[in-house]
């Protein structure tokens, strides 16, 4: 896969900030635009997200308005293989941040089950995400190895054709992730990257420079950065 473009600080896809809260504020009202406009539309929307604290801080500014929230599907774009009561999963911190910012009616967080051997739950969480045709808005963090979702740099897993994969070498404990594919994130008609904060620089110089990294692979149609993560 070829990604010939580049990001310089001109490219109208980059979204720079002088800080933090700005950064998870713009982010906040672009997610509540396209939730707004697409609930205006069609029954649903249908939406990916990935968990980590860029993520949680721009749910925070969530702006209630008038949404029906309870129309919303909050997949997960990855999902640690611990119990479903287990503080590390994914899934109960994204519950977690949009009850406090939205109440109760904030919609159905999706994520692969706990409660089955993981290769089945591979297969029934990749059953669900077929049902979708296309999703609203992907939002990711990057980690400071430049990884999005649980698909790291040079992995076997950026490649997969499944609709999701079961990763066992994560270099962060857990070691296993069940992660959705990237041409699962890609099917999407906006696809956010956000990012904050001085140790994802050098991760934020590499995407800049290197097509292959999984960022650029991606084909964000956004990415919103603070200063420090830029410079």
């Known amino acids: 896969m070829e990604i010939k473009d580049s990001f310089s600080e001109t490219d109208s896809r980059l979204k720079l900030f002088a800080s933090e809260s700005e950064v998870f504020q713009?982010?906040?009202?672009?997610?509540t635009k396209i939730i707004e406009t697409t609930v205006n539309e069609q029954e649903n929307c249908?939406?990916?997200?990935?968990?980590?604290?860029?993520?949680?801080?721009?749910?925070?500014?969530?702006?209630?308005?008038?949404?029906?929230?309870?129309?919303?599907?909050?997949?997960?774009?990855?999902?640690?293989?611990?119990?479903?009561?287990?503080?590390q999963r994914n899934d109960l911190q994204?519950?977690?941040?949009?009850?406090?910012?939205?109440?109760?009616?904030?919609?159905?967080v999706k994520s692969p089950r706990a409660d089955i051997n993981?290769?089945?739950?591979?297969?029934?969480?990749?059953t669900r995400i077929d049902q979708?045709?296309?999703f609203d808005f992907c939002l990711l963090g990057m980690g400071d190895d430049g990884?999005?979702?649980?698909?790291?740099?040079?992995?076997?897993?950026?490649?997969?054709?499944?609709?999701?994969?079961?990763?066992?070498?994560?270099p962060n404990p857990p070691s296993q992730r069940i992660t959705l594919s990237m041409g699962?994130?890609?099917?999407?008609?906006?696809?956010?990257?956000?990012?904050?904060?001085?140790?994802?620089?050098?991760?934020?110089?590499?995407?800049?420079?290197?097509?292959?990294?999984p960022v650029r692979i991606f084909e964000p149609t956004v990415i919103v950065l603070d200063r420090a993560a830029s410079q």
């Not at 999005?148 to 066992?168: M, Q, Y």
């Not at 890609?186 to 620089?201: D, L, M, Q």
Request: proline letters at 3%; aromatic letters at 6%.
């Open 26 to 31: 713009f982010t906040a009202k672009l997610l």
């Open 132 to 134: 979708i045709n296309m």
């Open 118 to 126: 993981l290769e089945e739950a591979v297969k029934e969480y990749a």
């Open 46 to 87: 249908n939406v990916i997200v990935a968990a980590g604290r860029s993520i949680t801080k721009s749910l925070e500014c969530l702006l209630p308005l008038s949404i029906d929230w309870r129309r919303v599907n909050w997949f997960l774009a990855d999902e640690r293989c611990v119990a479903s009561d287990d503080p």
């Open 147 to 170: 990884h999005i979702a649980s698909l790291l740099p040079g992995h076997w897993a950026l490649k997969s054709t499944d609709r999701c994969c079961l990763v066992s070498d994560s």
């Open 184 to 213: 699962t994130l890609r099917n999407t008609k906006n696809r956010i990257v956000v990012t904050t904060s001085a140790t994802k620089r050098q991760a934020v110089r590499e995407f800049r420079n290197n097509p292959q990294t």
């Open 94 to 108: 994204i519950q977690q941040v949009l009850q406090k910012t939205l109440g109760n009616t904030y919609g159905n």
